[in-house]
């Protein structure tokens, strides 16, 4: 009865390293979310899954990848951190037909 | 692509009513939601619109016209724990692609 979940909450990277972000769901939803969320902004989409095996690029793609392949979790890879990649980091997924978006608790992401 | 529109700022005092728009032009609308959010969390659900009406859920409403591309959540009798940030979300295409507008954040004065 998890919900969604993200691992990890907090994390610090260096410039140029890597790192993943892991997002997990337990109600066999279909849709699932990558968003980041700057000081006093809204929610960017950044990537998007409507399904296993699929994914798709959002408002702001550049400097991340992602992986859907197993229908529960949705990976998102900075591959090469950058300052301006410092950001709250939300999961959210959603089933087809349903009303309800369910977030994570936010991954605080800081690179320096 | 997707545009959303919100007022960054409102004030509103306890116990008074506040109207928050949205603005919206997209293809393929499939729904719009409102989400509240606090500082340093996550956003809660509030309510969720596909079709043109009024749907009251307690002391918050949300109203939408899919024709204006055009919603509004209400709130009614305003409480000091209702200042947070109030995001409206579209739902579109057959992907089903949540965009978020840049969020308002309301301030309740005593």
């Known amino acids: 009865n998890a919900g969604v979940t993200q691992t990890p909450k907090f994390r610090v990277l260096k410039t140029g390293q890597s790192m993943t972000l892991l997002c997990a769901q337990d109600?066999?939803?279909?849709?699932m979310y990558w968003y980041r969320q700057d000081p006093g902004m809204g929610l960017r989409l950044i990537h998007y899954?409507?399904?296993?095996?699929?994914?798709a690029k959002g408002e702001v793609p550049d400097g991340y990848n992602v992986s859907r392949l197993k229908k529960q979790n949705f990976l998102l890879g900075l591959e090469s951190a950058a300052p301006s990649q410092t950001s709250v980091y939300f999961c959210?997924?959603?089933?087809?037909?349903?009303?309800?978006?369910?977030f994570g608790e936010g991954s605080w992401l800081t690179v320096v | 692509g997707q545009n959303i529109d919100q007022p960054t700022e409102m004030t509103a005092t306890e116990g008074a009513i506040v109207q928050i728009n949205c603005t919206y032009q997209?293809?393929?609308?499939?729904?719009l939601f409102w989400y509240q959010q606090h500082a340093g969390e996550a956003p809660t659900f509030l309510s969720y619109?596909?079709?043109?009406g009024l749907e009251e859920k307690g002391r918050f409403s949300s109203f939408l016209s899919r024709s204006k591309g055009y919603s509004y959540l209400l709130l009614k009798e305003l409480q000091m724990k209702d200042s947070a940030s109030y995001l409206c979300?579209?739902?579109?295409?057959?992907?089903?692609?949540?965009?978020f507008g840049g969020g308002t954040r309301l301030m309740v004065k005593p």
């Open positions: 959210a997924s959603l089933q087809g037909a349903g009303n309800t978006i369910y």
């Open positions: 979300a579209v739902r579109s295409g057959a992907g089903n692609m949540l965009t």
């Open positions: 899954s409507v399904g296993e095996g699929t994914t």
């Open positions: 997209t293809s393929g609308f499939n729904g």
């Open positions: 619109n596909v079709l043109d």
């Open positions: 109600m066999n939803h279909e849709y």
